[in-house]
């Protein structure tokens, strides 16, 4: 699916606080979990039940959006100075394998182009290393369901290795965790690994510069970015949570980035 040119004037309407007229509001949403907690989860704002995940990208489908990856959004981004004015990019952190069981479906029969930022050293793991602590350990996706996904259109970003906290461990550290995740995905996939999502969100003016010296185009937040400009190594995005239960409650979350 291609953009087309004639939306980027739709995109220059007015942002309200920006002062250059171009909408700076990165139209990105975010998922963690589509699933329904274990009984025995204790931090549950995370999972999305698959039907109603199914519902959200229905409605996304059938109000026009374009769906595009993350790195197709940001260099869209980069060449023409704002977002297509119909333009998505549906996210999801950590690669726990309900993003094969549960999502992946649903995005292949909607032609539904995501990305999903994963942690390399999880792997074909079951593990609780994205979890908050205390949290039951879950199974992540393997090599041959991401290689799967990647052919059908899937992008895969690093979200590092271990899904270490990257404003508190020491720089030596995040330049292992950045660079060692997106060399493990290039090999892994045979593509360039673009993009990046820092865990839990947290990062730090030194961190931004090595997500990008090692050669990512950007890299996304949650809510920690700045609100008034966009900087491509600190984006926010829009996070989707078990508490958006009815569409409605879905919709006006995308409020912000819809134009028409
Ligand atoms: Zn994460």
């Known amino acids: 699916m291609s953009v087309k040119a004639e939306h980027i004037d739709a ?3 007015p942002s309200g606080g920006t002062g250059n ?19 025995a989860s204790q931090v549950r704002g995370g999972f999305t039940p698959p039907e109603r995940f199914a519902k959200q990208m229905a409605y996304l489908k059938t109000h026009g959006y374009e769906f595009l990856t993350a790195s ?10 704002c977002f297509p004015a119909r333009g998505i990019a549906i996210t999801f952190d950590d690669g726990c394998r309900d993003a094969y069981t549960n ?5 292949r029969d ?3 182009k995501a990305t999903m930022f994963i942690v390399p050293s999880c792997i074909g793991k079951t593990d609780s290393k ?19 996904m990647s052919k059908s259109g899937i992008e895969f970003g690093s979200h590092t290795m271990n899904h270490r906290l990257l404003h508190k461990i020491p720089l030596r550290d995040v330049e292992y965790e950045v660079v060692e995740s997106k060399r493990y995905l290039e090999d892994l ?3 360039p690994c673009k993009t990046f999502a820092y865990p839990a969100g947290y990062y730090s003016e030194e961190v ?6 090692a050669g990512h185009i950007c890299a996304f937040s949650t809510i920690y970015g700045p609100k008034n400009r966009i900087d491509l190594f600190a984006l926010n995005r829009i996070e989707i949570f078990r508490r958006d239960r009815f569409l409605c409650q879905f919709a006006k979350r995308l409020e912000r980035i819809q134009l028409t």
């Open 21 to 39: 007229g171009v909408r700076q509001v990165v139209p990105v949403i975010q998922y963690h979990m589509i699933d329904r907690p274990t009984p």
């Open 189 to 191: 996939l045979r593509k």
């Open 208 to 213: 931004e510069h090595v997500v990008e010296a």
């Open 72 to 81: 197709e959004l940001i260099e869209f981004y980069i060449g023409e100075g």
């Open 110 to 112: 909607l032609e539904i």
């Open 130 to 148: 994205t979890l908050a602590e205390g949290e039951p350990a879950r199974p992540h996706l393997s090599r041959n369901e991401i290689l799967e």
């Open 103 to 107: 999502a992946f479906p649903v995005l």
């Open 11 to 13: 995109a220059l309407k």
